[in-house]
Structure formats: C-alpha cells, structure tokens
DNA sequence: TTGTACGCGTTATCAT
DNA sequence: ATGATAACGCGTACAA
C-alpha cells in the first residue's frame, strides 16, 4: 500500500491536519513546518489519494467519452481534442467504445454511474433521444451530432446542411442524376435528407431507387450497397456519401464495376478524414473540424459540470467544403458554361478548390 | 447524490452489513430479507459506489492505457482489443495520449498513480529503459515493442525481424540499391537495423547515406525525409521503411519527384494499417495483428495485477508479409528469372501475395 | 497556528 | 441469520 497523510504526519511531527493544509493551501501555516511537511512528502514520495479525495468531495475528475468505434479515424481526433482539454484541467477520461451497440452504450453509462463519474461525452450515440433525455438528466452530459432537443447539451455537426451544400455543388458542376449511399443510423438519416433538399431545391428529382444504405458507414458494407446502385440505376454521374468512409467503398466499387472516377461518376464525402486526402483520386468532401470538435466538447462538459441542475445548450460546428479531384470534370453538359473549362481540366482538381462556395 | 446503501438499509428494513451481503452475495441470510433488500435496491436505482469500495478494497478496477498518438491508426485497433477484454473482467480504462512527449508520459503515470490505478499498459513509450525499469517496480506493468530486457511483463513486435523480412524480400525480387526511411524514436531503431542485417547477410553494400530519419514517423515528416533520400542517392531503386505511414510520404515524395511507384521506386512498410491496402498502388507491408496484441496485453497485465511482485514475461506478436502492388514487377535483373516474368505482369500485383516467403 | 473529531460509502471482523 | 463497529485515506468544521 502506498504512503498516507498519516505516515507523512509522522514523520514531519505534525497532525494529518496540518499536513493536509499544506497539500491544499488552504489555512495558514509557520513557513518552518511547511517545509518539514513538504520534505516528508518528497522523502516518502507521497501522492494524495485520489479516491478518498473524491469520496468525500463527490467528484472523480475523471469523465467518460463514449464513441461507438474508436477504430473509426474520426473518433480518435475528437478524443484528442477532448482530452487536450481534459488534461489542462486535471481531469482524466475514461474510453468507452459501445461497437455501435446501444445495448453495450447503456451497459457503459451505468457502470460509469457506479464509477462517480463527473460527466460524460457521447459521440454518434446509438440510443434514441428520449434515452439519451434520461441520462441527461442523471448525469452531466454532453451529446455531439443529434437533433437539436434533448433538454441536454449538445453540440451539433451540420449533418443536412453539410450533405445538401455538397449535393448542391455536384448538382452545380452539372450532374442531374445524383445517387446517394446514406447510413441507416445515427446521423445517416440527417446526412440524407440534405442530400434530398439539394435536389428538391434545385429541381432535379428525387428518386429513392438511387438511394441506398448501409447500416454501420464502412467501407466494405459501402462497396456491396455502392455495387447494388451502380447496377441498378447505372445512370448516375454522381453519388453523395454518409462519409469518406463510405465515399471510397464507392470508389472501391467503381473500380469493380469499371467506371471511372470522376469522368464516369464523380465521388463525394464527408468528414475529411486523413485518408480522404489519400485515396487516389484525393476525395472531394466536407472538412469537419474534429480535434476543435473534441475542445468544444470538453469546454461545454466542464460548464454543464458547473452548472448543477439541467444546461441545455447548442452549439454548431461549421464544416466547409474541401474540393478535390473526385468529383473534377463533368462531361459536356448545356447547362453549365463551367463545365466546359472544367472539362478542359480534366480531373486535375475540383473547381471548389479555387473558389469555395459561400454556405 | 446519489442512493447509498443506508437508504436501501432504512428502506428494507435492515442493516447496512446486510444489504451489504446481498450486494456482494456474501455470507448467509434468508431468502426473505434477500428479497426485502433487493426489491429496494431496484426501488431506489441503487448503485454500489465503487469509489467507496476501492477504497477498502485497494483495487481500483481501472488500468490506463499509455500511447504516443490515438490519431496515428495503429493505435486505436490496439486499444479495441485491450478494452474488449477488460470490459470481460469489469476493467475500465483511461485513455493516455502523450503526444510523443516523455515528459507528458511521466506526468500521465504520476497521476495515475494517485488514482491508484490497478495497472497500466504502454505502448510505444518515449521513456527510456532506465525510466520504464522504474515504473515496473512500482505498479503493475506491461509494455509493448521494446528491447527484452526491462525486468517487466513486454510484448514484443518483430520489429527487427519483420523488417529484414520484407527488406530481404526486396532483395530477393532483384534490388540491388535499397533505400531506407527510418524512425528516430522507440521501435525505429530496431526495425532500421532489421534492414541493415538484411542487407548484410544478403551481400548488399551497406551505405548510410541511403538511410534517413524521421522524428515521429508521420506522413509529412516521411515525405521530406524521403525527398532528401531520393535527390540525394538517386541510384535507389527500393525503400524499405519505419511504418506504413512513412511508406505512404515516400510515395507522395516519389510522386513529387515524378518517380513511378513501383516501376521506378519499390516501396514497403510495416504495419499494415488500414490505409495500407487503400492507397494508390497498395502497399507491400508486414501485418501486425494490433486486436490481438491489444487482447494479449491485457490478458498479460491481468497476470501481472493478480501476481503481486515483479512479473517478467516476454511474449511475441508474429508480423507476415502482405504483398501488394507497392514493390511490384522489377526491371529486367540477371540475377532472378522470377523478375523477367514478373515484368510481363507489370505491377498487377506482388509476387509474395501468391507465394509468402517463409520466415 | 495547529490539533481533534466526524463523515464520505463501503467492506469485514466480531458479537449476538 | 443479522447487527454493531472499526477501518480505508482524506477534507473540514470546530476547538484549542
């Protein structure tokens, strides 16, 4: 077991009180029993006790982040940023992949409960919002990426107007039949109404044939629903994607199908995530700022931990849309007087890289 | 704050010790009172504090997980596999990331230590031996990729092994002048001379001027890195390198310096993260099984925690070479026949993904 | 300025 | 079979 206040009290001929005072600064204590206080401390390397310490202040320092797959690289950026902040702030964070099940999501929360947690951070929660209204009222939380109610704090991507600003640049580059692979949850079902309202708002129709998903945004589930819409509506020039997770498996299926990227059918996807920029062709998508995502989270954390009793609050973060080479040169289309020079171009970048459109 | 086991005692009508042991399913009691307590347990949500119970019990049911970088990928399949098994045993874990820095990582385990920890589990530690010898004695302990010899519990990647594997595998396809892009951190040192001793024991000249380092094995260090290598010894024909992700910056300096990957320059890494087998052409690469180390280091520190004491134990992670495109067809070589045909299949694959070399 | 005593929520030893 | 009671290590009124 390791050294105590009491062995330090001891040895430095004072009470546990005293030495407790120095620990904490608190009181006022002769400079000369400081010192004998502090060298049998360094002498006997003693640490507080964290656990004691949070038994009797009712706070752990130490919160939870829950992410359904750690091994999806948008996660660990928004972790960093939330344990940068965490850190600075003595606080320590408990890792918690839930493997995208709600099940395991709630096993996690309770046994955090248990743990004394302070707070708790969900990322792409797979519970439904009136669970999630119900841990927010247990517990400090912090929710990313859901619908805006949840009397909770949360901090919200711009999911629809994310997918529909990029569905609205392919409908722009000239593309009139656009192809979406979505995902059946968590933000899925917002991406993909963006990508409706794009064609809704400029006309061009909505198809729902050219619509597929996937249930978990990875590649290989989005390279088999890609294959099923390229064979069965093998009319789209273009596909908005959930992700770039996603957003290559379509690629990947392309490749399979021997249609090219972009000349045959342009590519879009979401999130930016370092592979994005990798892939060949580099992936047009929309950048999300996800190491300030995670500071955001853990500065809003602290404040919800703050404030005793319910704080809603919702932020947003912007994402901007990155242009690329998969969704370069349209073929020849009336429509657009771009396309053309675009065409000249071939697929050496996207128009947006130029000139960013306005959101 | 929250229901403690007085209130079930008042509640149910009973002692505190006896809520206790149906709690704990400890010692006798009628199966009356049993119902009696647990019917007001589930009335009051009650959750046994486990902060109040480590401090009895000395066991915090927590480990913390040490790495460099959760945004470089090999990490985060590492930390899946140790939070997979901990979660079986009831093991929560901490997230640590030092952001390369030694003195963030003795800092991490300072604090650590102070929220009596149960264990702790480091994967590419900045600290040197010395150091990491000093952190075994004191708390339980497992590390992974560094030398034998810590008087600790390590599991070990064939670094060296692995790299004279796949350098050899170069040779054997007919390089004669094989490049090498370093790490100058933790494994680095042992994988770079993996390839000096391939190089050796194949009979090709050794010239350090064809080797060069990076500080932290990220992508954009690689590529300048690797800029430097190629003006610098022109003569290289093939590279070896730290990880996959140097490998991936020595292609982009490849294509920066309009050498053809792998018609001009054969490229290998190590790892074999997911990135390898997406990038344009797929990358050669040794695959290290990171699920099931992250599964063996905790299944390993389990052992530690339960022996108290010092517990020395070496295990070993096999890496296997995966071929891919990245080092594919040779230009014509006396030396190997296997070449000349190898040109007739131009970079439509690698000769080891259908025949692997043995170890 | 310093020490005493009690409580945080639980486990465990000893009575009853 | 159940109930007092004393730890576990620390914070903090309150007393000295």
Known sequence: MSTTMRDVALRAGVS?????RVVNNYGEITEATRQRVMTAISELHFRPNTLARSLVSGKSLSVALIIPQITDPFFPDVALG??????????????CNTEDNAQQEMGYIDALAAKQIDGIIICGSRMDTEQLSKVSALHPLVI???SPQHNAAVISICHESGLFEITSHLIRLGHRVVGHVGCSVGSGVERTEGYRRALREHDVAVDERRVVFTSRGAIDDAREAARRLLIQSPEVTAVSCFNDLVAIGVMQACADLGRRVPDDVAVVGFDDIALASLVTPALTTMHVPRFHLGEMLMDLLLRVIADEGIHEEHLYVESELRGRDSCGARRSVAWSPAARENKER??????????????
């Open 346 to 359: 071939k697929s050496n970048g996207d128009p947006a890289a130029a000139a960013p459109l306005e959101p």
């Open 144 to 146: 990313v990426g859901r």
């Open 16 to 20: 546990i009180n005293t030495v407790s």
């Open 82 to 95: 939330i344990e940068s902040i965490a850190r600075q702030h003595g606080y320590s964070v408990f890792q």
